[in-house]
């Protein structure tokens, strides 16, 4: 029972299938009852579309941040608060007895018509000749008071340089559209009642 029902919807839309060529067949015939179909363009439908406009693509930008100096304060020493001192040798100039030995010396002398060499014998004698004498000797010492400083000031890096690529995001728009759209596929559509009566 189940497969008999299924032979005969089977058969009805072969028998659906084979009307409209029949009946597109005779439409150029004088017995064309009226019946009949065109293929036409499906109709066009329209839709709202949500489009995205790009008013500025993202980019990256160096930002740099400046290097930061500042001033630093420094204590110097300046002098160590020692000094030298010399005072020179003193020293003066006296007379003094020396005592001149007695010595042996060569001279020449004119005896009887002729020179000869004499050995003479000088004797020893006391004479005052002068002398240099220390009277002080020379000395050096050191002084010692308090040190002396000064300040100085000084620029130094507190902070080195930096850069930073920083991004900027797109910008969008969204814009809603009407537009009209026209399928590829055809359909058949029916012609009037009273066409082809005359034919």
């Not at 084979?18 to 004088?30: C, K």
């Not at 949500?50 to 020493?77: F, H």
């Not at 020396?98 to 002729?114: P, Q």
């Amino acid at each position: 029972m189940r497969v008999s029902s299924c032979l005969k919807t089977v058969a009805a839309i072969f028998a659906a299938a084979l009307l409209i060529p029949a009946a597109t067949s005779q439409a150029g015939d004088r017995d064309c009852t009226g019946n009949c179909y065109e293929e036409v363009p499906a109709p066009s439908y329209y839709r709202t579309l949500k489009r995205r406009i790009t008013l500025q693509r993202g980019a990256y930008e160096i930002d740099r941040e400046p290097s930061l100096y500042g001033w630093a304060t420094k204590r110097v020493r300046v002098d160590d608060g020692v000094e030298w001192h010399r005072e020179p040798a003193v020293y003066k100039t006296v007379k003094v007895r020396k005592r001149l030995k007695s010595r042996t010396v060569w001279e020449k002398r004119w005896v009887d018509g002729r020179h000869i060499m004499c050995e003479v014998k000088i004797p020893g004698k006391t004479v005052w000749v002068n002398k240099k004498v220390l009277v002080k000797p020379a000395r050096r010492w050191k002084t010692r008071s308090a040190p002396t400083y000064k300040y100085v000031k000084k620029r130094i890096l507190l902070r080195p340089y930096k850069n930073r690529a920083v991004y900027h995001e797109a910008r969008h728009k969204y814009v809603r559209e009407r537009v009209e759209i026209q399928p590829e596929a055809t359909v058949w559509q029916p012609l009037g009642k009273g066409f082809g009566k005359d034919w």
